[in-house]
């Protein structure tokens, strides 16, 4: 949910005052679009500390680099958190299988379309590569908190990956490794 604070610091007039730092930590969260996957819950984090960024399969791609780079700067995001989930249907299925599946149920040929599903194979390496994806664009900060999750759908609990060393979720929450 937007809130009218996140839309004043998004939309400030020109030439108006940065407001004030953050009293406290505020989570870009990029997770799966899947409606089982609670992460405020099982992280415990406030609503109003989290951006949720949702997609199929929760990947970072160049679009998720964009909005990561929007909620750092203009919405003073301290530290990102990459949760991939188990029984992910993304994982379930390769490109192949899923430019199929949307084939079938469009009734058209989609083979020239040039989508990346970018299917999950591994969940914990597909965690470690999204975290990387996270850490490598120069126009996020290099001492910018990023860790890495895997939530399970049946207990609604999350598992470390990656934790960084500097992240104020590992010190907020009980985390299993």
Not at 13 to 19: D, F, N, V
Not at 104 to 133: Q, T
Request: one cysteine or more.
């Amino acid at each position: 949910m937007i809130s009218a604070d996140s839309l004043r610091r998004l939309y400030r007039a020109p030439g108006s005052a940065q407001p004030p730092a953050p009293e406290r930590p505020r989570f870009a969260v990029v997770t799966c679009m899947d409606p089982r996957v609670d992460v405020a819950k099982a992280l415990s984090i406030p609503a109003s500390d989290l951006y949720l960024l949702r997609n199929a399969g929760g990947r970072v791609s160049p679009d998720t680099i964009r909005s990561l780079v929007v909620a750092w700067s203009e919405a003073d995001v301290t530290e990102v958190i990459v949760v991939h989930h188990t029984d992910c249907r993304v994982a379930a299925f390769g490109n192949g299988e899923l430019r199929t599946h949307a084939a079938a149920k469009l009734g058209a040929d989609v083979s020239a379309v040039a989508i990346d599903f970018d299917p999950i194979g591994d969940l914990r390496g597909s965690v470690a590569e999204d975290v990387e994806r996270v850490r490598r664009p120069r126009s996020l900060p290099p001492d910018l908190p990023v860790s890495g999750f895997v939530y399970d759908v049946e207990t609604a609990t999350v598992d470390a990956v990656i934790v960084d060393p500097f992240s104020v979720l590992a010190t907020r929450t009980r985390i299993r490794s």
